[in-house]
C-alpha cells in the first residue's frame, strides 16, 4: 500500500477497535456493576438492549450523513461520540443516566461502520488488504476490551474507571484521526457538531427536496425516476441477517456452552470466570479469520467465490460445536471462529462492488443494521431454546441457519450479473410565500 493508503488503512482500523471495544467494556464490568445496589442484572441488560439496538438501528440515518457530509468528519464525530459517552457512563450516579449514556454511545458508535468502510472503499483502488486489517483490528476490540476492562476493574476496584480509560484514550485517537489530511475529504471542525447531530437525530439522515428555482408559485411537477438495484446486493442483505443471526447467537451463548460442556470448566470453584476467559481467546481466533477473508477480496477474480467457500468450512465445523463436548468442542469452536469470522471483508468487499461511491455510507449503513440490529435477534430466540432444550441446542439451531447462508452464497454468485428495474413516480407542489 501506497502511504496514502496506509494513513486510511490506519485510521479506518484503530477506529473499528475502538467502535467495538467501547461497546465490549459493558460484559467486563458487568458482575461488579451488578454488585452496586442500584444496578441489578435486568436493569442492566435492559439498559444494554437500547443501546446495541441502537448501534445497528442507528447506522442507516448515519450512512445518509456519510454520504452528504464525507467519511472523514462523521469518523472523528463518532470517535469524539463514543468517549464523550463513555465519560458520561463513568460519571452516571444511577442506573437511569447509566442507561442514558450507553444508549448515547451506541448512538455514536453506530455512525462508524458507514463511515470507517466507505472511507476505505471509496479512496483505496484495491481495499482488500485495508479490509482484512480492519477486520483484524475490529476482532482485537470485540475480544480485548472486556479483558482490558476487568483488569483495569482488578487493579483499582471501580468499573467507572474502565470507562474513564477508555473515554481518555478514545479522545487521544479522536485527535490524531482529526489532524489527518486525506485527498478528497473535508477535515471535522466542531462548529459543525450541532448541525451533524441534528441532522442524525431529528431529519433521519433525509435531506429536503429543494425547489428548482424556475419553478412558479403554486406549480404542480410531476415526473418519474428509475433506476437498476443488483439483485446480488439485495441478496448479500438477505445473507447479512442470516449472518447477523449466527453470530449474535454464538457470541451470546458461548460462556453458557462452555460452563456445561466444557468438564474442566464445569466443576471449576469458578466456572462463569473461566468460561468468559476461554470465551475470549476463542474469539482471538477470528483475528486470523479476517485477515483471511481480506486476502479472499484481493487475490479472487471473483470475490463471490469468498462467502461460498468460508460457509462451506463453516456449516461443518458450526455441526460438530452443537454436538462435541470437552476438549473436541474447544477445539471446533476455534476452527469455527477461524474460519467464520473471514465473512466480514469478504461482505465489505462485495457491498463496495454491487453499490455506488455515492451511496456507498447508505449501503453499508443498512448492511450494518441488518447485521447488528436484526441479528440481536437471536439473543431471545437462543435464550428460550437453551431455557427450553439446553444451550447445545441453540447451537444446532444456528447450523440451519448457517446452511441458508451458504445457500445464499450460490445464489450471489448464480445472479450476479442480473438487475431489478425500479421505478419511482413523484409530484413536487410548491406553495407561495
Known amino acids: 500500500m501506497t502511504s496514502p493508503d496506509r494513513k486510511i488503512a490506519f485510521a479506518a482500523g484503530f477506529s473499528h477497535m475502538f467502535c467495538h471495544g467501547f461497546m465490549t ?29 441502537l448501534f445497528g438501528f442507528g447506522s442507516i440515518p448515519a450512512g445518509l450523513l456519510v454520504d452528504r457530509h464525507g467519511s472523514h468528519r462523521m469518523l472523528v464525530f463518532s470517535l469524539l461520540g463514543m468517549s464523550a459517552s463513555s465519560a458520561l457512563i463513568g460519571l452516571s450516579p444511577h442506573i ?3 442507561a442514558m449514556a450507553f444508549g448515547l454511545m451506541g448512538f455514536f458508535a ?15 483502488e484495491k481495499p482488500g488488504k485495508a479490509l482484512g486489517l480492519h477486520g483484524v483490528l475490529g476482532s482485537v476490540g470485540l475480544a480485548g476490551a472486556p479483558l482490558a476492562a476487568g483488569i483495569i476493574v482488578k487493579l483499582t476496584g471501580s468499573w467507572r474507571a474502565a470507562y474513564f480509560a477508555f473515554a481518555a484514550s ?23 457538531a450541532p448541525a451533524l447531530l441534528g441532522d442524525m437525530v431529528f431529519s433521519f439522515g433525509g435531506k429536503r427536496a429543494s425547489v428548482p428555482n424556475e419553478a412558479r408559485t403554486g406549480e404542480v411537477r410531476s415526473g418519474e425516476r428509475g433506476g437498476a438495484i443488483p439483485v446480488s446486493l439485495v441478496l448479500l442483505y438477505v445473507g447479512c441477517v442470516f449472518f447477523g443471526l449466527v453470530y ?17 470448566i464445569a466443576v471449576s470453584d469458578n466456572p462463569a470466570l473461566y468460561a468468559g476467559m476461554l470465551t475470549s481467546a476463542v474469539l482471538f481466533a477470528g483475528v486470523i479469520g479476517q485477515w483471511a477473508g481480506g486476502m479472499f477480496v484481493a487475490h479472487l477474480k471473483r470475490p ?19 454436538r462435541t ?6 477445539a471446533w469452536t476455534i476452527a469455527f471462529n477461524t474460519v467464520f469470522y473471514a465473512w466480514q471483508p469478504v461482505q465489505n468487499g462485495l457491498v463496495a462492488k454491487y453499490t455506488s461511491k455515492g451511496a456507498r455510507g447508505l449501503g453499508y449503513g443498512l448492511n450494518f443494521f441488518l447485521l447488528m440490529g436484526v441479528g440481536s435477534i437471536a439473543t431471545a430466540i437462543g435464550g428460550y431454546i437453551a431455557d427450553e432444550y439446553g444451550v447445545y441446542k441453540v447451537y444446532q439451531v444456528l447450523w440451519y441457519l448457517a446452511a441458508a447462508s451458504l445457500a445464499v452464497s450460490l445464489m450471489v454468485l448464480r445472479f450476479s450479473r442480473y438487475r431489478v428495474k425500479v421505478r419511482l413516480q413523484y409530484e413536487l407542489v410548491t406553495e407561495g410565500k
Do not use: C
Request: net charge negative; charged share 10%.
Open 25 to 53: 467494556i459493558f460484559p467486563g464490568v458487568l458482575i461488579v456493576l451488578a454488585s452496586e445496589q442500584s444496578m441489578g442484572y435486568f436493569a442492566l441488560g435492559m439498559a444494554a438492549n437500547i443501546a446495541y439496538f
Open 170 to 192: 478514545g479522545f487521544l485517537f479522536a485527535l490524531i484521526v482529526w489532524r489527518m489530511s486525506l485527498e478528497g475529504e473535508e477535515k471535522f471542525r466542531i462548529s459543525d
Open 248 to 264: 449474535r447467537g454464538s457470541i451470546t451463548f458461548f460462556p453458557a456452552l462452555f460452563a456445561s460442556e466444557v468438564n474442566a
Open 304 to 322: 463471490e467465490f469468498g462467502h461460498i467457500i468460508i460457509f462451506a468450512i463453516a456449516v461443518p465445523t458450526l455441526w460438530f460445536v452443537g
Open 325 to 330: 463436548a470437552d476438549t473436541p468442542l474447544v
Open 110 to 124: 453506530s455512525i462508524y461502520h458507514p463511515a470507517g468502510l466507505s472511507l476505505v472503499t471509496k479512496h483505496l
Open 96 to 98: 437511569v443516566v447509566f
